[in-house]
């Protein structure tokens, strides 16, 4: 199960799909553990634990180190970190969200053959 809810604080102008605010909430729960604005939730027996994240420094931007895993994994004979199925189920989850929020309400993916 994957559920993304992204809401802002700030409602857009009427019949305007842009958003007036940087300030985002983000959700994303799984039957084991979730996301919520940073924080890590983890199941427990006794509970959640919660677990602020931060993010490691990035020494280059997104597209530059995807292109450096590309071709070390070329050049190592490797599999690369992320396969093509999973490109495909991030594209899929990245266009859930898109049509949950313009509907407001959640969206369900099929899973890949």
């Known amino acids: ?14 019949g305007s799909d842009l958003v007036k605010s940087e300030t985002q909430e983000f959700h994303l729960y799984g039957t084991k553990a ?15 634990k919660v677990t602020p994240m931060k993010p490691p420094p990035q020494e280059a931007d997104d597209i530059t180190l995807q292109a450096r895993e590309f071709i070390r994994a070329i050049r190592e004979n490797d599999t690369p970190l992320n396969s093509g199925t999973e490109a495909v189920m991030l594209m899929q989850m990245l ?5 949950s929020s313009e509907i407001g309400s959640a969206v ?6």
Do not use: Y
């Open 1 to 14: 199960m994957f559920s993304l809810n992204t809401t802002n604080r700030q409602a857009p102008a009427k």
């Open 34 to 48: 979730g996301l919520e604005n940073g924080k890590l939730l983890m199941g427990t027996p006794d509970g959640v």
């Open 95 to 99: 266009d859930a969200a898109m049509e």
């Open 108 to 113: 369900q993916i099929q899973p890949l053959p």
